[in-house]
Nanobody, 124 residues
């Protein structure tokens, strides 16, 4: 498995931006599809975005398309989530996850490694 540590969360006003980072260690980073998920209070954890092993392909939840951008730097063993035009409904704990597979996935059970999460709070 790969170890994951998220950072970059915080409090931001609606319309603002944040960039989350997820640093990986332990295994060959480029063997993993990387994803971001989030869990709002009282709700189930949901898919946000995923990026392919070499970064050429991405997938997004409809709720964040056009506002969020996932990217990765395999040399730095890091995946990013740039979040723009944030809305109060984006408030959640954001989790980074790694899946040792070839194709993108939006299914939580495909991801075997998870970070501890970072809180994002968007005020109205």
């Amino acid at each position: 498995q790969v170890q994951l540590v998220e950072s970059g969360g915080g409090l931001v006003q609606a319309g603002g931006s944040l960039r989350l980072s997820c640093a990986a260690s332990g295994r060959t980073f480029s063997n993993y599809v990387m994803g971001w998920f989030r869990q709002a209070p009282g709700k189930e954890r949901e898919f946000v975005a995923a990026v392919s092993r070499l970064g050429y392909s991405t997938d997004y939840a409809d709720s964040v398309k056009g506002r969020f951008t996932i990217s990765r730097d395999n040399a730095k063993l890091t995946v990013y989530l740039q979040m723009n035009s944030l809305k109060p409904e984006d408030t959640a704990v954001y989790y980074c996850a790694a899946a040792e597979r070839f194709g993108l996935s939006n299914r939580q059970y495909d991801y075997g490694s998870w970070g501890q999460g970072t809180q994002v709070t968007v005020s109205s």
